[in-house]
C-alpha cells in the first residue's frame, strides 16, 4: 500500500486551523515584546546610522537674496543674489558649502562694505521653502523678506539643505587621511591574529597534551586579560617602552605609539578568546585517531600535521576571525597607544567627538562594519562545523608524561604567563608609584580620583551600578527570550526573524552601535530620547552590545531540556510560566549565572559602546582610564584599570561560590 | 475508583484526519473509532505516521485537516491544555530537579484541590504504581522502569478520560518491559482509563491491547484484537509485520487452488480469481511435521516432502528450513515444538513430510515488483 506521499491528494477545504492557548498568546506576545525591544535598541539605531551615512548636507546659496539700504534706511528695490554675489567676492570657499547637519555659514563677507556700527539696514529672504538662515537663534524658514540692521545682520547664518547620495562616501575615499585607515585597520588585525593564534595554539597545545605541572595556573593566567578593558595593555606599554619607558631600549628607536604597540596590545587582549576557542577545539579530539597513528609507525611531526591540526583545524579558523574581529572594532587600545598610526575605530571617534562630523563618522562606521561581519559570517559558519565534530563520539586524548615535552610545554607556557602577568603587574606597580619615572617610592596618590578628570570614585561606583544593572537585566531579558524563542509552537516565521536578530549584534561593532544610539536616542523627534544621557540608555547599549553570545549560552542550556517538557506541563493544566519558573530556570542556574557574570565583566570593562553615550553624572570606571590618559594622568589610568580588574576578579570569585553554592543546594538531583 | 471494561460506546473518534509537512503527506485519512475504556496500540514501522496521529490526538501538532472527537465535543483544534488527556512519553520527561511527590503533584497544583488533598493523592498514586517509598527522591535516583511509573502516575494524577503512551517501554530493558507492560495493562483494566498507546514492537501491542491499529505510510491497514491481527491479517504487510511469515510465490489456479511449482494447494478461501498472481502465506508455527511414512500425496491435505536443510534451537522451539525442488526456489521455515522433533526424532539431513493446514494456508496480493 506504499501510495507516492503526495499533499496533491489530500481534498480541498480549509485547513483545521488551530486556537491559542492563553499560553501560546502570552509566550508570542512575550517574544515579540523582546523581538521589539531588539528592533529599537538595535535595528532602528543602525538604519538611523546608515541613512545618516547617505545624508549630505550643502549650504545653497542660490536660495537666499538680500537688499541693502542706503545710510537713511531706504531700500532702493535691487535684489541681490548670494550665489551671484559670491562669484564676484569669492568670500565664500565653495568647499565650505558642502558641511554638515549642524553647519553654519555666516553671510557679512559677501558684502565687503559691512560694518556692524553702520547705520545700513539688509534685508534678507529665502527664494524657495527649503531654505533656511538663523538670525541668533531665531530659525527663519518662511520666504518673507526679514529686516534687519548692520548689527543683528552679523548674526545671520546659512542653514544647510538635507540631500541623499553617495557623496558622504566619495568624500571619505577620496580623502587619503580617511581612507588609510582601513589599510591600517586590516594590516593590524591580520598582524595581530597570526600572532595570537600561533601563541594560543601553542599554549593551548602544552595544556592539552603535555603533562606539565601548574596547568590550573596557566589557565586562570591565560583568561585574566578577560578581566581588563582592552586600552590597559596600552598603559602598560607605555610604562614599558613609551618616552620614559623602563625598557625603551628594547625597542631600538623605534615608537611603541603605533602599530608595534597596538600588536603587543591586541595579542594581550584577545589571547583567552583565541585560547578558549583552541583549547576546546583540541580538547574533543580523539585519542583513537593517535592510536591509529602510533600503530601505523607514524612519526610526531606526521601526527602532528596529519592529526592534530586538521582535528582543530575549525577550532584555529573560528579563532582567527573572533580575533580578527576583536582587534579590527577595538578602540581602547589604539587610542591610547596608536600615536599618529590611524585606525577606523579611532576614526568614527575623531570624527564624531572631535570634529562633531556626525555624517562622516556615520560614514566610517559602515566602512568598519563590513570587515566585522565578514569576520562574523565565516566565524559561525565554522562554529556550526565544529559542534557537528563534537557530537562523535570519541574518546578523549591522555596524554603521557614526557620528561622533554613537559619541559619546554612549561618553559613555553611561564614565557606567556609572564607576559600577561607581567602587564598587569607593571599596570598596579605604576598605579603604585608617586611620581614615575623621577620619584619611584610608593603612594596611594594615584587613587585618588576625585582629584583628576575622568569622574572621579563616582565614575567606577557608576560602572559597578552598570555592571549589575546589565547583568541583571540582561540576563532575564536573554535568557526569558531565549526561552521563548526555543519553546513557542509553531510561529515559524517569527521565531527565525527572532534568531536572526539576536546574532546581529554580535556583528555590529560597539562603536557602531555607540554612533548609532547617538542617531536614534538623541534625535529630538524620537520621544525615546528621555533616555539619553542616563544609566537607562547605558545599561540598554551593553545589553544589546553583549547579547549574542548570551543568548547562545541560553539556547545551548535550553536545548539540553527534555523537549516534551512543555507537552508535559500542558497535558497536566499548567501555566507555562509555572513550569519556566519552577523548572526550566532551576535547571538552567548554572547556564544563568555563566551569562550574569559574563554581562558584569562586559559591561565592566567595554568603552567602545558606551564612549558616545556616558553623560557627567553617568561616567564610567572604564571611560575614566581613557580620559584620564588622554590628559596624561597615566598613573591615576593605571589605577583605575586595575580596580577594574580586582572588581572583575572579585566578581568572578562570587560567581565561582555562588555557582557551587547553588549547586549544592538547588541541583542535589543532579548527584545519584 | 471504579472498575470497569471497555465498552460499546465510542470515546474518540477520528474522521477524515489529514497531516501533511510541506508536500510529504504523514497521514491520509485516517478515520477511526475508540470506545470507551478501551486499549487500544498503534502499531507500524518507524515512520508510518502513529506518533503523528497520537500527537494530533493530543493537539501537540494539530493536523492539517479532519475532525478529532473526544467524549462528544470537538477538539480539533483546542490546544493541548484545553483537552483532557494524560501523555507519557518514551523519555519520561519527569522534571528532574523536583522530586517524585512534587513531580506528582504537578497538575494537581491549582486545581482547586487542598494541601491535605494533593499530599493523600499522591501517596494513593505510589501506592497504585508499587513505588510508595520512593516520594522524596528525584527522578535521577530512581532506575528507568521506576521512573517510567512515576511518569504514569504523574500522567493519571487528574484522572484524565484519556491516556496517550508515546513509546513508553523502548527505552527500558528487555525484562523490564516485559514486566512493565503486564503492569500497564492491569492498572488501566483497574482505572478503565480510555488508552492510546503508539509502539513499533509487535509483541507489545499484542500483549497489551484490546484492539491493534496497524499503520504504514500514513494510512491504516487493520484494526483489529490483538488474535485477529495475527491470525486473520488483512493484506501482506501486516502478515509479514506481525509474527513471522513465510511467503510464496504463487498463482491462483482452479477451484481457488493455489499452484506452487509443481504443486497445488487447498487455502483459506479468498477472493481472487483464477490466474490471479498472489503470494501464499503460512506462518511456521503452523505448519506441522508428521511421522516418516506418511503419504505425501494425499488429495484431501496439503502435504509435501521436504528436506529438513538445517536446524535452529531456540529455546522453546527448533527452528526448522525446509527444502523441496517442486516448491521452486522458496525455502520454508517452520517452527517444531521440542516435543515434535523428539517425537519424530528429526534431524538435519532428514527427508520428511510436512501439513500445510488448509485453513491457515493463505493468499495475498502479490507487490508490484519496485
Not at chain 1, 499548567?574 to 550574569?596: E, N
Request: aromatic fraction near 10%; hydrophobic fraction near 45%; proline fraction near 4%.
Amino acid at each position: 500500500m506504499a501510495g507516492i506521499s503526495d499533499a496533491t491528494q489530500m481534498p480541498a477545504g480549509p485547513v483545521v486551523k488551530g486556537k491559542l492557548s492563553r499560553d501560546d498568546i502570552l509566550m508570542r506576545g512575550g517574544m515579540m515584546v523582546i523581538a521589539l525591544y531588539l528592533i529599537i535598541t538595535l535595528a532602528l539605531p543602525l538604519y538611523a546610522m546608515l541613512s545618516k551615512s547617505f545624508s549630505t548636507y550643502r549650504v545653497e546659496l542660490s536660495q537666499y537674496e538680500f537688499q541693502i539700504s542706503d545710510d537713511a534706511g531706504v531700500f532702493d528695490g535691487t535684489i541681490l543674489n548670494a550665489e551671484v554675489l559670491n562669484q564676484q567676492t569669492g568670500a565664500i570657499d565653495p568647499a565650505e558649502l558642502n558641511t554638515g547637519s549642524d553647519g553654519r555659514l555666516p553671510v557679512t563677507g559677501l558684502f565687503p562694505d559691512f560694518s556692524f556700527r553702520s547705520p545700513v539696514m539688509y534685508q534678507v529672504r529665502n527664494t524657495s521653502d527649503e531654505g533656511r538662515f538663523l538670525v541668533g537663534s531665531t530659525l527663519q524658514d518662511g520666504t518673507d523678506w526679514v529686516t534687519l540692521d548692520s548689527n543683528t545682520f552679523r548674526r545671520v547664518q546659512l542653514r544647510p539643505v538635507k540631500a541623499t547620495g553617495f557623496d558622504n562616501f566619495i568624500n571619505y575615499f577620496s580623502t587619503p587621511a580617511l581612507f588609510n585607515s582601513i589599510k591600517n585597520s586590516l594590516w593590524i588585525a591580520v598582524i595581530s591574529t597570526i600572532v595570537t593564534v600561533t601563541l594560543a595554539f601553542w599554549f593551548a597545545y602544552a595544556l592539552n597534551r603535555s603533562c606539565m605541572r601548574y596547568k590550573g595556573v596557566f589557565r586562570l593566567i591565560a583568561m585574566a586579560p578577560i578581566l581588563v578593558p582592552s586600552l590597559l595593555p596600552g598603559i602598560a606599554l607605555v610604562y614599558l617602552f613609551g618616552n620614559q619607558g623602563i625598557a625603551k631600549e628594547l625597542l631600538f628607536g623605534a615608537s611603541i605609539y603605533g602599530p608595534i604597540g597596538i600588536v603587543i596590545g591586541s595579542i594581550f587582549f584577545t589571547f583567552p578568546h583565541a585560547f578558549m576557542i583552541i583549547s576546546t577545539a583540541l580538547a574533543i579530539s580523539d585519542a583513537r585517531l593517535y592510536e591509529a597513528a602510533a600503530s601505523l609507525r607514524a612519526t610526531r611531526w606526521r601526527t602532528f600535521w596529519t592529526v592534530t591540526i586538521p582535528g582543530a583545524r575549525y577550532g584555529l579558523i573560528s579563532a582567527a576571525f573572533v580575533v580578527f574581529n576583536l582587534v579590527i572594532t577595538d578602540f581602547g587600545l589604539p587610542k591610547v597607544i596608536g600615536g599618529q598610526f590611524n585606525v577606523l575605530a579611532v576614526d568614527i571617534y575623531k570624527q564624531v567627538i572631535g570634529q562633531q562630523n556626525f555624517e562622516m563618522g556615520a560614514v566610517v562606521s559602515v566602512v568598519l562594519v563590513i570587515p566585522a561581519i565578514f569576520a562574523f559570517a565565516i566565524d559561525r559558519l565554522v562554529q556550526s562545523k565544529q559542534v557537528a565534530l563534537l557530537s562523535a563520539r570519541s574518546v578523549p586524548y591522555q596524554p603521557q608524561p614526557n620528561q622533554r615535552t613537559d619541559l619546554i610545554s612549561f618553559i613555553y607556557c611561564a614565557f606567556v604567563g609572564l607576559f600577561i602577568v607581567g602587564i598587569l603587574a607593571i599596570c598596579q606597580y605604576a598605579a603604585l608609584i608617586k611620581f614615575w619615572p623621577y620619584d619611584l617610592s610608593l603612594s596611594l596618590n594615584n587613587y585618588q580620583f576625585d582629584k583628576m578628570d575622568g569622574g572621579g570614585w563616582a565614575s567606577y561606583y557608576n560602572s559597578i551600578k552598570l555592571g549589575l544593572f546589565t547583568a541583571v537585566f540582561g540576563t532575564a531579558i536573554v535568557f526569558f527570550g531565549a526561552y521563548l524563542v526555543e519553546k513557542t509552537n509553531g510561529f515559524r516565521t517569527g521565531r527565525a526573524l527572532f534568531q536572526m536578530f539576536a546574532m546581529l549584534p554580535m556583528a555590529i561593532p560597539g562603536m557602531v552601535l555607540g554612533l548609532a544610539y547617538i542617531f536614534f536616542f538623541n534625535s529630538p523627534s524620537n520621544p525615546l530620547n528621555v533616555i539619553y544621557g542616563t544609566m537607562a540608555i547605558l545599561v540598554i547599549c551593553s545589553v544589546t552590545h553583549f547579547y549574542t553570545v548570551s543568548h547562545l549560552t541560553a539556547v545551548t542550556a535550553l536545548k539540553q531540556m527534555d523537549r516534551e517538557f512543555e507537552s508535559v506541563s500542558a497535558s497536566l493544566k499548567q501555566p507555562t510560566m509555572k513550569l519556566f519558573s519552577r523548572v526550566t530556570v532551576p535547571v538552567c542556574l548554572p547556564s544563568v549565572l555563566d551569562i550574569s557574570i559574563y554581562l558584569f565583566v562586559n559591561a565592566m570593562t567595554t568603552v567602545s559602546a558606551v564612549v558616545f553615550l556616558y553623560s557627567p553624572k553617568t561616567s564610567l570606571a572604564s571611560i575614566a582610564v581613557l580620559n584620564m590618559d588622554d590628559a596624561g594622568d597615566i598613573a591615576p589610568a593605571a589605577a583605575m584599570g586595575m580596580m577594574i580588574f580586582y572588581t572583575n576578579a572579585v566578581a568572578r570569585i562570587i560567581h565561582l561560590l555562588v555557582s557551587k553554592g547553588v549547586l549544592v543546594r538547588t541541583q542535589a538531583w543532579r548527584t545519584r | 475508583m471504579t472498575q470497569h471494561h471497555a465498552s460499546d460506546e465510542t470515546y474518540l473518534s477520528i474522521d477524515n484526519l489529514w497531516k501533511a509537512f510541506g508536500a510529504f503527506l504523514a497521514l491520509k485519512d485516517i478515520t477511526l473509532a475508540v470506545k470507551n475504556g478501551e486499549f487500544v496500540c498503534f502499531l507500524g514501522p518507524s515512520g508510518c505516521g502513529k506518533t503523528t496521529l497520537l500527537r494530533a490526538i493530543a493537539g501537540l501538532d494539530l493536523q492539517t485537516k479532519g475532525t478529532v472527537m473526544q467524549g462528544g465535543k470537538d477538539v480539533s483544534n483546542l490546544p493541548p491544555s484545553e483537552r483532557d488527556f494524560g501523555i507519557v512519553f518514551q523519555s519520561y520527561a519527569l522534571f528532574p530537579n523536583l522530586t517524585i511527590e512534587k513531580n506528582i503533584a504537578f497538575g494537581l497544583e491549582n486545581t482547586g484541590r487542598g494541601k491535605a488533598e494533593i499530599t493523600a493523592r499522591v501517596a494513593e498514586l505510589l501506592d497504585l504504581v508499587g513505588l510508595p517509598e520512593q516520594g522524596k527522591k528525584y527522578p535521577a535516583q530512581l532506575s528507568g522502569g521506576q521512573q517510567q511509573r512515576i511518569a504514569l502516575a504523574r500522567a493519571i494524577a487528574t484522572n484524565p478520560g484519556l491516556l496517550l503512551l508515546d513509546e513508553p517501554l523502548s527505552a527500558l530493558d528487555a525484562k523490564v518491559r516485559v514486566h512493565l507492560r503486564h503492569e500497564i495493562k492491569e492498572l488501566q483494566r483497574k482505572l478503565g482509563v480510555t488508552t492510546v498507546m503508539v509502539t513499533h514492537d509487535q509483541e507489545e501491542a499484542l500483549a497489551m491491547a484490546d484492539r491493534i491499529v496497524v499503520m504504514n505510510h500514513g494510512v491504516i491497514e487493520q484494526v483489529g484484537s490483538p488474535t485477529e491481527i495475527y491470525r486473520e491479517p488483512a493484506n501482506l504487510f501486516v502478515a509479514d509485520f506481525i509474527g513471522e511469515m513465510n511467503q510464496i510465490t504463487s498463482t491462483v489456479t482452479k477451484g481457488g487452488r493455489l499452484s506452487v511449482g509443481e504443486k497445488t494447494f487447498a487455502c483459506h478461501e479468498h477472493s481472487f480469481s483464477d490466474g490471479t498472481p498472489v503470494v501464499a502465506a503460512i506462518r511456521p508455527e503452523d505448519i506441522i511435521p508428521h511421522e516418516e511414512g506418511y503419504d505425501a500425496d494425499d488429495p484431501n491435505r496439503n502435504c509435501i516432502d521436504v528436506l529438513l536443510h538445517e536446524m535452529e534451537f531456540l529455546g522453546s522451539f527448533w527452528r526448522c528450513r525446509l527444502r523441496n525442488e517442486r516448491f521452486g526456489a522458496s525455502e520454508l521455515i517452520a517452527d517444531f515444538s521440542i516435543n515434535a522433533v523428539r517425537r519424530l526424532g528429526l534431524g538435519e539431513g532428514r527427508q520428511m513430510v510436512i501439513e500445510l493446514p488448509t485453513d491457515r494456508l493463505m493468499a495475498f496480493d502479490r507487490p508490484e515488483a519496485s
